[in-house]
């Protein structure tokens, strides 16, 4: 039998610790309270001791830091820290994260984030031995895969993103997705909006590094008829559309400064101004934001905004790339393989054995995106011919294997000149040119340059081939 972990609430405000206390009451935690830093310690040298300590920082006598150093430099067995600060003293909480605190909130907070984000620090706390994995089968494997809205994995690290979406996914709070591109983010946004109770409001998604900086405010927010030169018609914003739903800012990193307080203040209040009102209007949004950079240290620097790092960064889901959970390669490959069949109308996809072979030992820089690339490019070069073969695989990384870079960044491949992560660059001309291009050479390198041969095979005559070898400089 587990003891109670013990929560220990330091805060000079009598108000704010009975809040607390209130909001933690149901949730099988052991409270007790301290009014000043110097009565925490002692609480600490006390038995049962806490396991975990929620200070406020800016208290009179001891701060709230001033605490942390004393027990990391005089407990043995100090708790684990989460530092509490008002809104604007978000430089205080990254200090408070460098003074090794576990996690931090920023005030005021809803009851709710609150037990939300305890309940997340002592799972990530707890000893080994009390979340040791419930039965035998537990652990995932390509047999016994675990799944969650249409993703899949073998992997233990996925299977602890999977854990934690269910358990966030019924609250309204605020969560971080970062990750490598391609690791699956939008699908765990999306994840979280269909495992939680909004599942039949709309899920929003939005690329703020897509959308003009200028168009960007009002498509967010929305804007009344004659807000500006061209609005001749009143808009409802994004974040109006996602009401009773999820709003999915992805790229978050992208959005331009004047932009990050405007959210900031949504964040705060749950209303939104649209351009040109003078009223606001209140909002029932979860907002799930998500990016490929390093937002921690962007934040640290304060090229993002720390305040709004903080608001967004309620609870965090870091997925981790394919290299670090080979076990997903196979999996994700055959799981690929069939619904990019069933999607080609292609029968029976399936992939060799010494395919899943060369595709584990690939590195994966653009991650499960370029495995899905990888795969779907084999199946249609090898369509009606049995299981793929690892040539076709080969085909990929005799291109890409040499730098190891994402296909969208090899020097090799410099004449692709669009990212399709980057709307922006999706004319459509330069993308199907580009597609063909690839076609060709990839056609051409497994007829081992035989023309005609390579020219049944794209279903063009040889002439036609021709032509476009010299309009591509082949
Ligand atoms: N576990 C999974 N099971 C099945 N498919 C997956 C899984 N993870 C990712 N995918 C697929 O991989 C592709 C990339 O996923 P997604 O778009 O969610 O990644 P991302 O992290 O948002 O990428 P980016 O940073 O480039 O925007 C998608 O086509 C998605 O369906
Ligand atoms: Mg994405």
Redesign the pocket.
């Known amino acids: 039998m587990v003891a109670k972990p013990h929560v220990l609430i330091v805060d000079d405000e009598e108000s704010l610790r009975h809040m607390l206390q209130l909001a933690l009451a149901r949730e099988g935690f052991e409270i007790s309270t301290a009014a000043s830093g110097q009565e925490a310690l002692s609480r600490m040298a006390q038995s049962p001791r806490p396991d975990i300590c929620v200070t406020d920082i800016r208290m009179p006598g001891m701060t709230g830091l001033e605490l942390m150093r004393e027990a990391f430099r005089n407990q043995s067995n100090p708790p684990v820290f989460v530092a509490m600060s008002a809104y604007g003293d978000e430089n205080l909480a990254l200090e408070a994260l460098r003074h090794g605190a576990a996690d931090y909130l920023s005030k005021p907070f809803k009851p709710e984030d609150f037990r939300l984000k305890l309940a997340l620090v002592w799972e990530r706390a707890r000893p080994q031995r009390e979340h040791a994995s419930p039965g035998p089968q537990s652990s995932p494997t390509s047999d016994n895969p675990d799944r ?1 809205s ?4 073998a992997s233990e690290s ?1 299977r602890r993103v999977f854990r934690l979406v269910r358990k966030v996914a019924p609250f309204p709070t605020t969560v971080l ?1 970062t ?12 994840a979280l909006h269909e495992e939680g109770t909004r599942r039949n409001g709309p899920f929003v998604p939005v ?1 703020c590094g897509a959308i003009p900086e200028n168009l960007l405010e009002s498509e967010l927010f929305g804007h009344v008829k004659g807000a500006f030169t061209d609005a001749d018609t009143d808009r409802l914003g994004l974040f109006q559309m996602a009401d009773g739903g999820t709003l999915f800012l ?2 978050v990193a992208e959005l331009p400064v004047h932009l990050q307080v405007k959210l900031l203040r949504v964040l705060v209040e749950d209303e939104v101004r649209r351009l040109g009102d003078s009223q606001n209007t209140p909002i029932d949004v979860r907002v799930v934001a ?1 990016t ?1 950079r390093d937002i921690d240290s962007m934040a640290r620097s304060e090229r993002f905004r720390p305040d709004l790092y903080f608001r967004l960064n309620v609870v965090r889901i870091h ?1 981790p790339p394919l290299r670090e959970r080979t076990e ?1 390669i196979a999996l ?1 490959s055959h ?2 393989a069939e ?1 990019i069949g069933g999607r080609l109308g292609i029968p029976d996809a399936r992939l060799s054995a010494s395919c899943v072979q060369a595709l584990e030992a690939h590195t994966w820089p ?4 370029e ?2 690339n990888v795969v779907e490019r084999a199946l249609v070069l090898e369509e009606g011919q049995g299981p793929i073969q690892q040539v076709a695989i080969d085909a990929h990384f005799s291109r890409n294997g040499a730098s190891n870079l994402p296909p969208d960044s090899s020097p090799a491949e410099e004449e692709i000149r669009y990212r ?2 980057d709307p922006r660059t999706l004319a459509l001309a330069r993308v199907l040119s580009s597609v063909e291009q690839q076609t060709i050479k990839t056609v051409l390198a497994f007829t081992g340059g035989h023309r005609k041969q390579a020219a049944q095979i794209l279903g063009i005559s040889e002439r036609t081939l021709l032509y476009k070898l010299k309009e591509h400089n082949l």
Do not use: C, H, P, Q
């Open positions: 969650l249409g993703m899949v994995t996925m997705i990750g490598e591109t391609g690791t699956g983010k939008e699908r765990i946004a999306k690329n992805d790229e998500a490929s997925l997903d994700l799981v690929l619904s653009g991650n499960v995106r495995l899905e399709f992560d």
